[in-house]
């Protein structure tokens, strides 16, 4: 069982420099959600999906924006990256329901921005 | 708003010892409660969940909590640790209301676990 796959696992990028972060869940989840882990600031809501076609701000979305085109997919896209986006982010899906708040995670793209 | 405070940034305990790793919250209506625990370069992962009903919650790995509403806390134990259990513990509440609910995750309690 593959659950969510997030790539990449590393990347270091320069400032100004854009690129996506993909996540796929296989457990034909409705809601999906990017977090961004800093030390001692727990996790960090940026965006997230009610289902396929529809997306929301989290509590942290300034300078990144998301997409979910396709059920299993969600893509989180930096623009313009700056060192303070230097962070390791995990995607996390979940079932609607009763049962939608246990999040399924990834295991984290961990991201320096030079 | 709803928030999430875990007081101790570490905890450490000697093998074959119980362990509490605490969690306190605070929400507008009636809580869901959750553990989650993160090994080293790993995703989160859910260890129980308290919804409503018994107050103590059982799960994964022998983990329990115990749901106190009178004093908002939600603390994690598990009556002998093993050196497995290292690992960060993060506790999570979400407001119960209906529709799409935000989960806050608290900034993380890292066991360590003494051999």
């Known amino acids: 069982n593959a659950g969510v796959t997030q790539t990449p696992k590393f990347r270091v990028l320069k400032t100004g420099q854009s690129m996506t972060l993909l996540c796929a869940q296989d457990?034909?989840?409705?809601?999906m959600y990017w977090y961004r882990q800093d030390p001692g600031m727990g996790l960090r809501l940026i965006h997230y999906?009610?289902?396929?076609?529809?997306?929301a701000k989290g509590e942290v979305p300034d300078g990144y924006n998301v997409s979910r085109l396709k059920k299993q997919n969600f893509l989180l896209g930096l623009e313009s990256a700056a060192p303070s986006q230097t962070s390791v982010y995990f995607c996390?899906?979940?079932?609607?329901?009763?049962?939608?708040?246990?999040?399924?995670f990834g295991a984290g793209t961990r991201l320096s921005v030079l | 708003a709803q928030s999430v405070a875990q007081p101790e940034d570490q905890v450490n305990v000697a093998e074959g010892n119980p362990l509490t790793v605490k969690c306190t919250y605070s929400v507008s209506g009636n809580p869901y409660l959750f553990w989650y625990v993160q090994y080293p370069n790993r995703g989160l992962q859910f260890l129980l969940k308290?919804?409503?009903?018994?107050?103590l919650v059982k799960g994964s790995y022998g983990f329990e909590a115990e749901f106190n509403k009178s004093q908002t806390s939600f603390h994690l134990k598990k009556p002998s640790a093993l050196v497995s259990d290292s690992a960060l513990y993060f506790c999570a509440v979400r407001d119960q209301p209906g529709g799409y609910q935000k989960v806050t995750f608290g900034t993380g309690t890292k066991l360590q676990v003494i051999p």
């Open positions: 996390a899906s979940s079932y609607e329901g009763i049962a939608k708040n246990i999040q399924y």
């Open positions: 999906s009610v289902g396929e076609g529809t997306t």
């Open positions: 308290y919804i409503t009903g018994d107050n």
């Open positions: 457990m034909n989840h409705e809601y």
